[in-house]
């Protein structure tokens, strides 16, 4: 491996690696501690066992 990757190959590589790009630094975002979930997608849901209802979980007695 040392004779077909150097160093240099990685430094090149990810020399850059945390400068911006236009699409995403062009992006709205919010802020948050958690995830805004948008409860009208049909692309990606929160799922059940974040919510403590996952199938054949029952609700916690008070």
Same mark, same amino acid.
Do not use: H
């Given at each position: ?13 990810? %020399?850059?690696?945390? #400068? *911006? %790009?236009?699409?995403? #630094? *062009? ?15 049909t692309y990606i849901s929160n799922p059940p066992i974040s919510t403590g209802r996952a199938r054949g ?6």
């Open positions: 491996m040392r004779r077909c990757v150097s160093s240099d190959t990685y430094r090149q590589a990810y %020399r850059n690696i945390y #400068d *911006g %790009r236009k699409e995403l #630094d *062009g992006l709205e975002v919010t802020e948050s501690q958690t995830f805004a979930w948008n409860p009208e997608s979980s029952r609700p916690k007695p008070n």
